[in-house]
């Protein structure tokens, strides 16, 4: 992704061809709204040719124009609304007039909001979440796999950098699979447009936000995607980019003003250091270079100081919200935001739907530095983020050294024991998404060296621990790849194309060891979201003994006991130093085989392996 010249950087601010291209009116974004928002004012952005120039004007009761607001650029206006609460659904007429010219009117409608019980509810640490990139999961459709009027043309899935034709349909064709493995939540890396010459179907760099990407579907399937979800019992976290936008995109292309992005005399990358912002002692330079640094050549880097930018975001995530009732957000890149903007962003979209999740991505290896970025000041940063949860890189690489680490102080199964110690720092943990890998990450089974045992271990502590667990599609079946690069852990879900020589998503197209992953995770899924107590309930750990770490979940239902036996020799576990949460059980039943043992003073746990028990009375 490299330009061919270091011109100016910020070249981009009015190209004079674009200007000459788009019509008097191109667009206003929102195109429509809805009343009775606990927010009453709105901000319109309106692109055309010399539009600046152009007076705006509008009459319907209840809607009043308090401002119209011209910029740099004289191809936007920003016309300021208000909604009273007696406004009612209905549509008016903008009207744009110039002396001598003819006159322009965009029919503008606002729709009555959507209070369905089962749209923004959130998602908690009851579910199970299934992370998929659209692009690479399955191709439903086709015929939406190329268009002549976008700058990436065709696909080829024998490269990992071009588009391979995976759409929301393909997706929606294969929920019954997602249902039947345990997942209740569904997040899609992001399916807004993104229309760059190369290299953009990881979704991260957004050219149009309010436009579903045409290669996955509209705006419409997008919906009626959700709808589908909603209908079977599954949950949508929609994930958002607030730091960067596609250099394509028409607000880069044309900028409204040069402050719309970053400036830098030339090219200046962010330094990617979250210590430059924890660090007390750090220089402003370290922190400026961080968030305001830009994350790629083809990623603008938006300057959410700017009012207009901080509108135009925030609008357009609630009208996502409002208009397909999605349940949750993942924030990419968290830290390299404007946190004075960020928490204002979640204070808003709260207070218009109060049971909405959100959850950033903060890929650190140390607590204190996740927690630095989550709500409440639990750690002396002096300012609270309102972000209720984060990703938990920390625990990830907890899990990982547990597995492969060899046995000390703290290392090995001990470094997952504190970095669990270590919940104190966050204001609640259990809003934390907990996974194992991701799309930017080396692939768990290959973390663990294919280690089949400790593959098994690791997919056991991840759904019974605390928080919201993640799995990445294809770890079920193990899927296997290092990130080097990312595009060699994005592979093609096998069977989900046409014409796919093996079905992965059938048990007589996966191999006898893929269908023991692939029901070892359902029977692990199916029991945790049946199982309040590994949702809600109480975790205590004790500390590790000779390479064994025991922990429980607990209500006042039911507890659950886990035995990670880290070391490569089997182990007789005697029981009595759990008597604090062992107290009253008399039996026990091992929740993947169905098997009881009778008597639990002593527990036989093979080497490499995790058992999960539920206790008896």
């Known amino acids: 992704m490299k330009?061919?010249?270091?011109?100016?950087?910020?070249?981009?601010?009015?190209?004079?061809?674009?200007?000459?291209?788009?019509?008097?009116l191109e667009r206003i974004e929102p195109a429509f709204w809805w009343v009775g928002m606990k927010n009453p004012k709105l901000q319109l952005i309106v692109h055309g040719?010399?539009?600046?120039?152009?007076?705006?004007?509008?009459?319907?009761?209840?809607?009043?124009?308090v401002k119209v607001n011209k910029v740099e650029n004289p191809n936007y206006l920003f016309l300021d609304l208000e909604i009273s609460a007696q406004a009612k659904a209905g549509s008016f007429n903008i009207n744009f007039n110039k002396a001598g010219t003819q006159a322009l009117q965009y029919k503008y409608t606002l729709n009555t909001r959507d209070h369905s019980p089962n749209r923004a509810q959130g998602v908690t640490n009851k579910d199970v979440i299934y992370l998929l990139m659209p692009d690479r999961f399955s191709n439903g459709d086709p015929t939406n796999d190329s268009f002549a009027n976008m700058r990436e043309k065709g696909v080829s899935r024998d490269s990992m950098y071009a588009r391979h034709g995976g759409d929301i349909q393909g997706l929606m064709n294969h929920l019954d699979y997602l249902k039947d493995l345990g997942i209740t939540t569904i997040w899609m890396t992001p399916e807004v447009e993104n229309d760059e010459p190369h290299a953009s179907y990881h979704g991260y760099a957004v050219t149009s936000h309010y436009k579903t990407d045409p290669r996955y579907g509209t705006n419409e399937l997008y919906k009626a995607y959700v709808e589908k979800c909603h209908g079977m019992g599954l949950k949508v976290i929609k994930d958002l980019v607030h730091n960067h936008a596609g250099t394509e995109g028409?607000?880069?292309?044309?900028?409204?003003?040069?402050?719309?992005?970053?400036?830098?005399?030339?090219?200046?990358?962010?330094?990617f250091r979250y210590a430059a912002l924890t660090d007390p002692n750090a220089p402003a330079s370290d922190r400026k270079q961080m968030l305001d640094g830009w994350f790629d050549r083809r990623m603008?880097?938006?300057?959410?100081?700017?009012?207009?930018?901080?509108?135009?975001?925030?609008q357009n995530h609630i009208w996502w919200i409002e208009y397909a009732g999605v349940d949750g957000f993942r924030l990419d890149t968290y830290p390299y935001n404007d946190p004075v903007y960020m928490a204002d962003w979640a204070q808003k979209v709260k207070a218009e739907y109060p049971h909405f999740s959100i959850f950033g991505e903060v890929l650190d290896n140390q607590v204190a530095n996740e927690a630095y970025f989550m709500q409440g000041n639990t750690v002396n940063r002096g300012f609270d983020t309102h972000l209720p949860g984060i990703?938990?890189?920390?625990?990830?690489?907890?899990?990982?050294?547990?597995?492969?680490?060899?046995?000390?102080?703290?290392?090995g199964v001990n470094k997952l024991y504190e970095t669990i110690a270590q919940d104190f720092m966050?204001?609640?943990?259990?809003?934390?998404?907990?996974?194992l890998d991701n799309h930017d990450m080396s692939r768990f089974y290959s973390v663990v060296n294919e280690d089949f045992d400790k593959y098994k271990a690791g997919m056991a502590i991840l759904l019974t621990m605390r928080g919201i667990p993640q799995l990445y599609y294809g770890d079920e079946i193990l899927m296997a790849g290092v990130s080097n690069p990312d595009g060699l852990v994005r592979a093609d879900f096998a069977g989900?194309?046409?014409?796919?020589k093996v079905n992965k998503f059938t048990a007589a197209g996966r191999t006898d060891k893929e269908n023991e992953a692939f029901n070892y995770v359902r029977k692990l899924a199916?029991?945790?979201?049946?199982?309040?107590?590994?949702?809600?309930?109480?975790?205590?750990q004790y500390l590790p003994n000779r390479g064994i770490y025991v922990y429980f979940r607990y209500d006042a239902q039911k507890t659950v006991m886990m035995v990670y036996n880290s070391t490569t020799k089997a182990s007789s576990l005697k029981t009595e130093r759990f008597e604090e949460r062992m107290s009253g059980f008399r039996s026990a039943v091992n929740i993947i085989n169905d098997e009881v043992l009778n008597d639990i003073g002593t527990i036989n746990v093979p080497a490499k392996t995790t058992l999960v028990f539920e206790l008896k009375k």
């Open 426 to 435: 966050y204001q609640d943990p259990t809003r934390n998404c907990i996974f």
């Open 526 to 540: 199916n029991y945790r979201k049946n199982t309040p107590a590994l949702q809600t309930g109480k975790l205590m």
């Open 496 to 500: 989900g194309w046409p014409g796919d």
């Open 49 to 65: 040719k010399d539009i600046g120039n152009r007076t705006a004007t509008l009459n319907y009761p209840g809607v009043k124009l």
């Open 300 to 314: 603008a880097d938006m300057n959410e100081s700017n009012p207009y930018v901080q509108n135009y975001l925030t």
């Open 3 to 24: 330009f061919r010249s270091s011109l100016l950087f910020l070249f981009v601010f009015v190209i004079q061809t674009a200007c000459a291209q788009i019509p008097d």
């Open 250 to 271: 028409w607000t880069i292309t044309d900028m409204p003003m040069k402050s719309w992005v970053h400036q830098w005399p030339t090219y200046t990358k962010s330094n």
């Open 391 to 411: 990703t938990d890189a920390a625990l990830k690489d907890a899990i990982a050294e547990a597995l492969n680490g060899k046995e000390g102080w703290d290392n």
